[in-house]
């Protein structure tokens, strides 16, 4: 017997029918002897909905009362799928995340879990019940629902399973699995059994959206193996844990991400100090900087050029251009077609020529590069956005299908 975690997301708990499934899977989870604590995100567009309802009446609302209303999606999907589990003859209760005390700090709309007692849950499962908690939601110190950002509810999961000592955390989604790359874009895409928390953390953050990026940390952290697999078929998915297998691939994965803008900063002084302007009032503007390049110095002169997520573009220029006397650039030049493309492997820290094999790729597509930035486990190449799915199939062919 083990104590297994599941969780659902919005796309498989969206209709009845569905329902219907994700309670097949529960029951026959317990059915096997097993405890189960399942965590729910809100049926399908659930959220979104919301959020444009609360724009109808108020376009700026208190960031509490919003998550007073965005909690309420995942409450729906609970309380339906215990009806379906009851009707099953299921022992069963749902129950909300103050419910379960899961405690978080004030931040509405992207609140910190600061602990779960979980002590109902434990009650509960010793009833031998089955136990459904609404992800997405916690409660502060003053007793009011915060909510834990988008796509929260695999931290939510995550958080049980590390307070309860789960034996396993099961994702449940639409996909099954983690791919070495978009299979909507590049269909020779292959499923990976396992990857390291590390490497899935550069994949999510680079635009890989399988897993909640919080939830990966926390996963991480305190050694919680994860499995992501699919709700609609029942075959094994892509477990992500501390170390893998030792593997004859040396990356693991490919990632595009458009939400990217270039902005070359040309003609400053080259002299100390300078850099320092430049990303303390991006810093001021709470804006993310990644690729930063600084060119040499040439007679006096120096370009910076940095990318921001695309959708902080706008205002990073606004921001500089406040700027522009203390900072002093001659220049500023803005590119918002551009993407980013990355390779993604733990493997890479012992083998040489990975970077050289992407280039390669790329030279074969006859994709020029940008910007070029490296980590441990990452080789980053910024290109122009209408060939970035080119270069991303080129890259794969070289890596995987070679
Ligand atoms: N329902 C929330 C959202 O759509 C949380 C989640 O799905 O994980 O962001
Ligand atoms: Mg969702």
Redo the contacts with the bound molecule.
Sequence with gaps: MALIVQKF??SSVANAERIQRVSGIIADTYKAGNDVVVVL??QGD??DDLIEKAGEINPAPSKREMDMLLST??QISIALCAMCLEKMGMPVISLLGWQIGMSTNSDYGNARIKAVTGDRIKEELDKKRIVLVA??QGINKYGDITTLG?????TTAVAIAVSLHADLCQIYTDVDGVYTADPRKVPTAKKLDEITYDEMLELASLGAQVL?NRSVEMAKRYGMELEVLSSFERKPGTKVKEVTKVEQTKISGIAKDSDVARIALVGLKDEPGIAFKVFRVLAQAKINVDIILQSIGREGAQDISFTVPRHCAEEAVTVLKEHEQAIGFQLMDVDTSIAKVSIVGAGMMSSAGIAALMFEALYDAKVNIGMISTSEIKVSVLVAEDEADRAVKAIHKKFFED
């Design positions: 997301g919005g995100s809100a659930t959220t999606g995942e992800g997405f988008r796509g929260g509810s695999d909640h």
